[in-house]
């Protein structure tokens, strides 16, 4: 996506950019699946020359013409019926997220508005700023689709400083996952990581492929980074709302967090994220020695991480 178009060239069919993302993701779809996993018989042991399904065999399964699906492959998506979608999804065995995806793509090829100039930096109201700082026991942020982090409370600060030690801002967790040497030491599960955070932009660029705060995100990490390349070219989208973050933090060590998200308001793309550990747990120990350690600390954002290359422990089961 980015490199390849200028979101906000008005000389050309603004369309022409979804119809590509409709065309990557179903052909990428189709790839996995093979035809014993749809059910389908083979003849004779024939030689095929794609790994997963062809296209009429997916028009065949959707129960559609395969002239159709190929133009609804190719973006042609005028038209297109919530049954039809229902039966390419299931054709193709997606998922919640997979099919929310494909709808967004659709959508979006049949739009005929303008792209948008920059977006304003997006805020966060001061009641939600208080919420968080309510939160005096638990790491709490608030991030947009992009992976900003927008707000935090003073523990939240402390348990992601090495993601705030970059100057930048606001602090970006799919910078910092992908940019920064710490990265690899800090997630303990860094390569999950890695594939949540491009499945969460690719499916908010799905959402809406003119913002330019991420397009320019996207190009940045598309330019500086091979294993972003290589994970964006997958087209991979996931709904990650709950689940145990692994980290090792340079301060406190090894902290195994449950962590869950909220919707925010009515701000575009803005979720709460919250980590809770077992109560009485090791992890719960080390949380609270870094709530020690960040009232001493004036400047938690500016902290710098320690050069900690303590391996992790390879016997963690993954998240």
């Known amino acids: 996506m980015a490199g390849r178009n200028d979101p906000l060239d008005t000389n050309r ?26 059910g ?33 492959e190719r973006g042609n998506a ?9 039966g390419i999804a299931q054709a193709l065995q997606l998922d919640e997220a997979e099919r929310i995806h494909l709808l967004d793509l659709l959508r979006g090829a ?31 942020f608030v991030l947009s689709g992009r992976g900003d982090i927008l707000a ?7 348990l992601f400083s090495p993601v705030y030690a970059d100057p930048a801002r606001p602090p970006n967790n799919a910078r910092f996952v ?26 908010e660029a799905g959402r809406d492929l003119y913002d330019r705060r991420l397009t320019d995100l996207i190009g940045e990490l598309s330019t500086r980074s091979e294993e972003f390349r290589r994970r964006w070219a997958a087209h991979n989208v996931r709904m990650h709302t709950t689940g145990v973050k692994l980290l090792h933090h340079p ?14 308001g009515d701000g575009p793309s803005q979720f709460l994220l919250t980590y809770t550990p077992e109560p ?11 709530a020690s350690w960040a009232t001493t600390n004036d400047d938690i954002g500016q902290y710098e991480p320690a050069n900690d290359s303590e391996p992790a422990d390879s016997a963690e089961t993954p998240t």
């Open 13 to 38: 069919d603004i369309r022409d950019d979804f119809r590509a993302q409709i065309r990557e993701f179903l052909g990428t779809r189709r790839a996995r699946v093979t035809p014993e996993q749809a």
């Open 40 to 72: 389908l018989p083979l003849y004779g042991g024939e030689r095929r020359r794609v790994t997963g399904l062809r296209r009429e065999e997916v028009a065949l399964l959707a129960g559609i013409s395969s002239e159709y699906y190929t133009r609804l």
């Open 78 to 86: 005028t038209g297109v019926s919530e049954g039809v979608i229902d």
């Open 110 to 140: 049949g739009t005929t508005r303008p792209p948008r100039r920059r977006p304003a930096q997006q805020r966060v109201r001061p009641t939600v700023q208080r919420v968080l700082d309510s939160m005096t026991g638990t790491p709490a």
């Open 152 to 158: 935090a409370n003073l523990l939240g600060r402390a």
């Open 178 to 203: 992908f940019l920064d040497p710490h990265a690899t030491t800090f997630f303990r599960h860094w390569d999950q990581v890695a594939g949540d955070t491009v499945a969460m932009l690719r499916a």
């Open 251 to 264: 301060v406190v060590g090894d902290l195994d967090l449950p962590f869950e998200t909220f919707p925010v």
């Open 280 to 290: 009485a747990s090791p992890s719960q120990d080390a949380l609270n020695l870094l």
